[in-house]
Structures are given as C-alpha cells and as structure tokens.
Nanobody, 128 residues
Framework: QAHLVESGGGLVQAGGALTLSCVTS????????MGWFRQTPGKEREFVAA????????YYSDSAKGRFTISRDIDKSTLILQMNSLRPEDTAKYFC?????????????????????WGQGTRVTVSS
C-alpha cells in the first residue's frame, strides 16, 4: 500500500511560483507512473501532469504545458511539481497519485481511474 504525502501548497500572487512535493512511503513506487491532479469545489478532479518510468514519458495538460514541470527525485522517493507563472485559475487542491502497474514506455495518464493510490492533497491559492 502506497502512502503519499503532499506538501508545498500555499498562497502566492499571480505570476509567482510554487514547488509541490509528494513523498512516497515506498521507493518501489518510483518505478510506477505518477501524476498530479487538481480539484476545485464542485468540480471533478482534473489531470495536471504525469511522469513514467523514464523522462521520455512525461505528459501535461494544456493548461500546465510550458508553465509546470514534473520530475522525480528517486533517492528521496519524491515526486515534484514545479509551478511557474501561476494564474488565479490554478487555484485548487492538488493531489499526488501513483499507479500500480509498471510501464516501460507510454502509459495511460489522464484518467483518475488509472491511479490506484492518492495523497490527501495540498491547497494552492493564487491571488490576482
């Protein structure tokens, strides 16, 4: 059972930056695809970014592309989301998620149902 703990959320002005981290309880989960989703009240969870076994398999939502960067620190069993040029519409609760199947290459990344394990989330607020 994976245990995922997010941190790094907070309040930032539009145009600012934040770095979200997700520490996993088991280093083995670094081998599986992992991703970031976000959710605002009354809306479904929305895909933000995902990373596979290699850095050749990284995916972003259209909103995140060019502004956010997903990466892993395997030695620290940590998933990272660097968010730059933040906008008020990025305000949401951000969730880290991990899949339970190993893929050597491409993997299904956008749907919530592809992810077996979830953290509790960290809140990001971007003021205008």
């Amino acid at each position: 059972q994976a245990h995922l703990v997010e941190s790094g959320g907070g309040l930032v002005q539009a145009g600012g930056a934040l770095t979200l981290s997700c520490v996993t309880s088991a280093r083995t989960f670094m081998r599986y695809p992992m991703g970031w989703f976000r959710q605002t009240p009354g809306k479904e969870r929305e895909f933000v970014a995902a990373i596979g076994w290699t850095n050749e398999n990284i995916y972003y939502s259209d909103s995140a592309k060019g502004r956010f960067t997903i990466s892993r620190d395997i030695d620290k069993s940590t998933l990272i989301l660097q968010m730059n040029s933040l906008r008020p519409e990025d305000t949401a609760k951000y969730f880290c998620a991990a899949q339970s199947t190993f893929y050597s290459g491409e993997f299904p990344y956008a749907g919530e149902s592809n992810y077996a394990f979830w953290g509790q989330g960290t809140r990001v607020t971007v003021s205008s």
